[in-house]
């Protein structure tokens, strides 16, 4: 069954609903891909009627490594007060998936609303959504590699780093300290000589 609950011994990577504090407005919990249908059906069923959101998560090192992450709420169908309708009651069901298995049911049918929040999550951590109606991209180009939001995308993109460098020096490849020359340093002294009410005769002209 279903349950609030740490992950499985062994993970390597910290996972911030295990070591947090309880979020007083919400109650959290943690599904496999089985137990997500009937769980978030029964959910419905109780009352949490709106989808706010669904997202996902990446925790390389640990297994499950993805979360993929719903937002439910409930609200009052009866008369309440100010007060009272201003704390719904909230819940987050978080879904562990693994990165060889990253598949899981697509709640469309139950929520229309879920049908463009699948469809980023699948676009940026490469999470299937079995049985969406129309599962591409959103907002990557449809022919981009890779899935932007992995915590191993490379920093300047799958193409980019496959481009050479520029060989020019750059200040990555400048060991630091290494004195100005040339007319980089020529600028630098009239720079200071500028500063300090000094005249210096450009010699590059």
Known sequence: MPSSQ?????????????VRPDIADARIIRVTPAEVRATLERLKGEGFAMLLDIGGADYPGREPRFDV????IALASDARTVAAVGKPERVRVLCGVTENEAVVPTMTDLWPAADWAEREVYDLF???????????RIQMPVEWEGYPLRKDYPLRGPAREKTP????????????????????????QRQIAAARGQIVKDETK
């Open 6 to 18: 740490t992950p499985p011994a062994g993970s390597t990577a910290l996972d911030p609903t295990a």
């Open 69 to 72: 992450v719903y937002h439910l």
């Open 126 to 136: 490469g999470i299937s959504f079995s049985g969406h109606p129309d599962l591409r």
């Open 165 to 188: 460098r520029p060989s020019f020096a750059l200040k990555s490849n400048v060991a630091a300290g290494t004195p100005a020359s040339g007319k980089t340093a020529a600028a630098l």
